[in-house]
């Protein structure tokens, strides 16, 4: 157990099973985290294509306004951030 106790930053064996456990269900959520972002990335390319052949621009400002707004108000300051990632890898796929 001295490995897991190594790996894991824990002083107990207790702990190094909670933190393995807690670690592996992160890991699951990372990865249904990065398929939905892929599937965001998909659905904006599909909305940008129709905006472009209506003769609209690729970006709609105002929508990723309310997007910001929206992140922000759900997970405070670095909301925002995260909303900004989300957008740049969202833009320019098409």
Same mark, same amino acid.
């Given at each position: 157990? %001295?490995?897991?106790? $190594?790996? %894991?930053? +824990?002083?107990? $064996?207790?702990?190094?099973? =909670?933190? %393995?456990? +807690?670690? *592996?269900?992160?890991?699951?959520? $990372? ?5 939905? =972002? &892929? *599937?965001?990335? +998909?659905?904006?390319? =599909?909305? &940008?294509?129709?905006?472009? %052949?209506?003769?609209?621009?690729? =970006?709609?400002?105002?929508? *990723? ?17 995260? +909303? ?11």
């Amino acid at each position: 157990m %001295t490995d897991v106790l $190594d790996k %894991t930053g +824990a002083r107990t $064996d207790e702990a190094a099973d =909670v933190i %393995t456990g +807690a670690r *592996e269900r992160i890991d699951a959520l $990372d990865d249904r985290i990065i398929g939905l =972002v &892929q *599937e965001r990335m +998909a659905v904006s390319a =599909v909305i &940008q294509e129709a905006r472009m %052949t209506s003769g609209g621009r690729r =970006v709609n400002f105002s929508r *990723e306004m309310e997007i910001l707004g929206h992140y922000r108000e759900a997970l405070g300051k670095p909301g925002t951030s995260l +909303a900004m990632t989300l957008l740049e890898l969202c833009r320019g796929r098409v």
